[in-house]
């Protein structure tokens, strides 16, 4: 049995659906039977749970050889995934941890919030002698249909990344990557990080938007301090989104335009691309 945590989210959500299209035994760990009504019509068992009550995360790892950690960023992103690594060691040692961090999670951390929370998951891990893969992907594909608005309303994305190119990559891809490590041996220890294909500019980004969409989609660059007024303004937490801030930095400073050729190894067939990623989403910035 495979414990998917995380199971509504991005990349989850996507893994239930490739794990049961596998055949695989999977169950979902999810806060509330309501947040479960999204996985309807998918072959999975459904455990309900929270990551602060040792006694759900006990009842859902009964039975689960292979676990996919993870939980959505924020302050307590490192303490909710260490309280279901406690309740591995107490009575479920044998589990083989498929850890999803980020792009730079073994390289240096500091100065990133968010890599900092996910290289103490990944130290735990070792510290601990527990069986573990993990995966490092790129910023995600999704993350344009944030600009959704924007680009409708005002023919335009901001962003605070300068001319960095990062090698996006569609949590698609990165939910076949997870299926084919929890489906299959051989990636104890293992770090994978997972890419696209290309390592794009966010100018050269914009110029996909205008071909799809036939017209003019420009990328404006905008300073850190406004980034971060515009995004708890739209609601983020002051600290998630310093730590997005902390990310642009990096991809300004060049630190995610590595490519890789994890996706075709796993799957056999070449990662989506920016262009692909459009067109199966156009409806989304008409």
Avoid at 46 to 75: C, M, N, W
Avoid at 193 to 198: D, F, P
Wanted: aromatic share 6%; hydrophobic share 40%.
């Amino acid at each position: 049995m495979i414990l998917v945590t995380g199971a509504t989210g991005t990349v989850g959500g996507q893994l239930i659906d490739q794990l049961s299209r596998r055949g695989a035994p999977v169950r979902a760990f999810v806060r509330s039977q309501e947040r479960a009504d999204v996985l309807r019509g998918y072959d999975c068992e459904i455990a309900v749970g929270s990551y602060d009550d040792p006694q759900s995360l006990h009842r859902a790892l009964g039975g689960v050889t292979k676990l996919f950690l993870l939980s959505p960023p924020s302050e307590q992103m490192a303490s909710q995934e260490l309280a279901v690594l406690a309740a591995v060691r107490a009575g479920h040692a044998e589990v083989q941890v498929v850890k999803l961090a980020a792009i730079g999670v073994d390289g240096e951390v500091a100065g990133s919030r968010l890599l900092e929370q996910h290289r103490t998951v990944v130290d735990a891990l070792v510290e601990h002698g527990q069986p573990h893969t993990v995966l490092a992907p790129n910023s995600f594909m999704q993350n344009f249909l944030l600009w959704a608005g924007s680009v409708q309303e005002q023919g335009a994305f901001y962003a605070p990344a300068g001319e960095g190119a990062v090698s996006h990559v569609d949590a698609r891809d990165i939910a076949a990557v997870a299926a084919h490590v929890l489906t299959t041996d051989g990636h104890d220890g293992a770090t994978y990080t997972v890419t696209g294909s290309q390592a794009l500019t966010y100018t050269e980004v914009a110029e996909h938007f205008s071909t799809a969409l036939g017209k003019t989609v420009s990328y404006v660059d905008v300073p850190p301090d406004g980034a971060r007024a515009a995004m708890v303004d739209a609601g983020l937490s002051p600290w998630l989104a310093d730590g997005l801030v902390e990310l642009n930095a990096r991809y300004r400073a060049g630190g995610a335009s590595v490519i890789t050729d994890e996706v075709q190894k796993a799957t056999g067939h070449e990662p989506r691309t920016v262009e692909g990623f459009l067109g199966d989403h156009l409806t989304a910035f008409r």
